[in-house]
Structure formats: C-alpha cells, structure tokens
C-alpha cells in the first residue's frame, strides 16, 4: 500500500502528464481539508470556496516550480495560507504572517500567527490583484485567439460552457455533442496553456508568488 507522499507524488506526475482525473482525484484529496481549514478563519463558506478553489489554480500554475521537496500537503496549505491572508488584506482584517501546524499527521490544526496590518500592504495587495486579474485576462485572451486561429471551434465552444456558463462536464457534452472524456480533456489543456502563458510574462513574483523558484 502506498504512503501517502507516494500517493501525491504519483498524482502530481498524472497531472503533469495532462490526465484530468488525477487533477479531480488531487482536489477530492485535499479540498475538504483546506476548506475546513479557511472556513474556521473567515466563518464564509461561498468567500471560502472561493479561496480555496483560487489556491488550487496556484497550485496549477506554479507547477512546473514544484519539485516534491516539500510534502505536497503543507505546499497546498501554503498557497492556500497566502491567498487567505490577501483575502484579509482586501478585506481590512489583520492577517498573520506564518502558518503554524499543531497535532498529530492525522489530527492537526493550521492557523496564522502574528503579523500586523499596514497601509502599505493593503495597497500593494490591491495592485498586485490587479495585475494579477489581467494577466489572466491577457491570458485567456491569447488562447482563444490561438484556437480561432485554428478554428478549434469545438474547444472555444467547450470551454464557454464551462467557464461562462458554469456547466457541468456531463452537461457540456452533451451540448456540445462531444464526450465526456474530450470535454475533460479540452479543460485541462485550457488550464496548462494557461498556466504556460502566465508563466511567460515574466512577472514579478509578488504578483503570482507561485511561480517563484
């Protein structure tokens, strides 16, 4: 039976292979946990999926970064940890600066401490959020481009469904008159071409941390 780092390692080599069953197996694995985790800190559960679904494109988007030094666990919690506290930023709540595990591997408890909120953060917080919101607009933008260039109707067609509409894979299919499989497929090649993209325009990494070496 296989460990639990040897379970994640061979997941992140699934998704780094394009497989987007093992992207859905990795965010069955540590989604519930890193909601608990947000939700005991903001007590918002839309705000919270919200965050945690936003340290999930982290991840997507810093993988290539990502060398399996770190347990994938507390990497996930770190990414989640930061957009967490420019979530309180945005909000003008006081965020913490470390992330602390208490407990055992199998009952442990995560929480921020210490740190003190300036005036400067807030704004830099602010702007780093706007550069990070077009960057993925420029983003998404090249891509669709590229598809119509290739007049890969069917994947521009897919992927409005998906992320305009906000359609299940199942539904998108069936729309489309494609399988699931190709749906599935159309997604998770949207997001590493995205990721690529993003990681192409030489940022700096106060605006996607996650990309930093």
């Known amino acids: 039976m296989l460990d639990p780092s ?4 061979h997941l992140v080599t699934r998704i780094r292979a394009g497989e ?3 992207w859905q197996a990795l965010i069955d ?3 519930g946990r890193l909601l608990a985790y947000t939700q005991s800190r903001i007590r918002d559960r839309a705000t919270s999926e919200d965050i945690v679904q936003e340290a999930f494109v982290g991840f997507l988007i810093s ?3 990502y060398d399996g030094s770190k347990r994938l666990e507390s990497y996930l919690f770190s990414i989640c940890a930061y957009k967490l506290t420019d979530h309180l930023r945005r909000e003008g709540r006081r965020p913490a600066l470390q992330l602390h595990r208490r407990g055992s591997q199998t009952s442990a408890e995560w929480e921020f401490v210490g740190g003190d909120r300036v005036a400067s953060s807030i704004a830099r917080s602010g702007e780093r ?3 990070e919101q077009t960057a993925v607009r420029d983003a ?3 891509q669709i ?3 119509k260039q290739s007049e890969s109707w069917s994947k521009l067609k897919a992927i409005e469904l998906l992320y305009v509409v906000g359609l299940s894979n199942k539904l998108v299919a069936e729309k489309a008159g494609l399988s699931e499989q190709q749906v599935a497929n159309f997604k998770s090649d949207f997001q590493i071409r995205l990721r ?3 990681g192409r325009m030489e940022l700096d990494t106060e605006v996607f941390p996650e990309l930093a070496d």
């Open 145 to 147: 481009e590229r598809w």
């Open 63 to 65: 993988l290539p970064n």
């Open 129 to 131: 959020k706007q550069i």
């Open 140 to 142: 998404i933008a090249e």
């Open 196 to 198: 690529s993209i993003i």
């Open 6 to 9: 040897e379970i994640d390692s």
């Open 20 to 22: 987007s069953e093992a």
């Open 29 to 31: 694995r540590y989604e």
